[in-house]
């Protein structure tokens, strides 16, 4: 019941994504961040198994840190991508990671980006992609209402049109979204879609 | 095969370990390098041997990056260093995976220590042949921290301190000239104790300084330059106040 989606903009790209971790009948936590901020200009948002996606995404995080260290400059979004896509593929006959990934990222040279990575080693470069059940409604959506080159608004209403779907026609729709942009000046999160808050606990 | 087993470093009959101590020669032939620390600042200096004329400067970096807020400077066999830097770099983020937290500089000091020494101990290999000063942040308290390691393994940590060319004549300037500085002036002691050994100029030397907020910065040649300048003024101005006073009755 992950949903994950995003698309790109007139100089950047937006990912959103739902914060329940949920195992079988219970959910966890309704604020699981689900969208890495991989380094200053990428975002991983990921959905899947948590553990493995956890652990994939941070050993991601560090490796792509050290090729900086050892490089003196970043990867590039696809360089980036297509080292995630390799992790997958190496482990995918041997103990693969059940994660599905949306990396958004914005280089200087080319401009925003966004990589469609699913759990058995795909890889695309697209301008809207979705994972989950959530993707029947949210890509529907965004193939109605995207074009290129839209503004952060109209990609920000464009993404709360998706979310009101999915809430409205997704039998066990997750409440609570999280949303990050990446652009020129960086990764960042945008904003939190709630419609439930963790109840504050009465003092005695 | 089994020829390759021997240790190459073993004991002589008093005591020595001559394989580290002609590592240690090859350190003090290596490039002069000089490390302060401050209250808020650490300062990071190399020699810079005069470059080719066709060779590409900026592809001869001495001081480098391990993390965000530790840096290294290295005098001796410049190879050697490759492979200890490389190894000290992925240790920094396999801790950040392992543990989440970024590694103090203690730890990536033993850490480096701890690598150099097992370059004492094993079969087939030689020690390798250099001294590092490792500077940087505590990650929580901030508190700014030198250590210096040696090709046998030892690591210290220090306040001011050099390696490399004339390190004994550096390490004696800062002995009598070290007090508490912070920012600007503890930039400024580190040129001074360099220039006692490297001609002056900024083509000569290489200057980094690192401060918590900002991470490590290497300094402009026009910027070396510039505190130089201030440096060799301060000094004229110390001599002629010497030759001064005997004339003022």
Redesign the interface.
Known sequence: MECVFGLVGNGFAIVAADTSAVHSILVHKSNEDKIMILDSHKLIAASGESGDRVQFTEYIQKNVALYQFRNGIPLTTAAAANFTRGELATALRKNPYFVNILLAGYDKETGPSLYYIDYIATLHKVDKGAFGYGSYFSLAMMDRHYHSGMTVEEAIDLVDKCIMEIRSRLVVAPPNFVIKIVDKDGAREYAWRESVKDAEVASA | MARYDRAITVFSPDGHLFQVEYALEAVRKGNAAVGVRGADIVVLGVEKKSTAKLQDSRTV?KIV???DHIALACAGLKADARVLI?RA??E???H??TVEDPVTVEYITRYIAGLQQKYTQSGGVRPFGLSTLIVGFDPYTGVPSLYQTDPSGTFSAWKANATGRNSNSMREFLEKNYKETSGQETVKLAIRALLEVVESGGKNIEVAMMTKEHGLRQLEEAEIDAIVAEIEAEKAAAEAAKKAPPKEP
């Open positions: 970096r990056s391990l993390d490389n770099r992925i920094c983020q396999s950040r995976l």
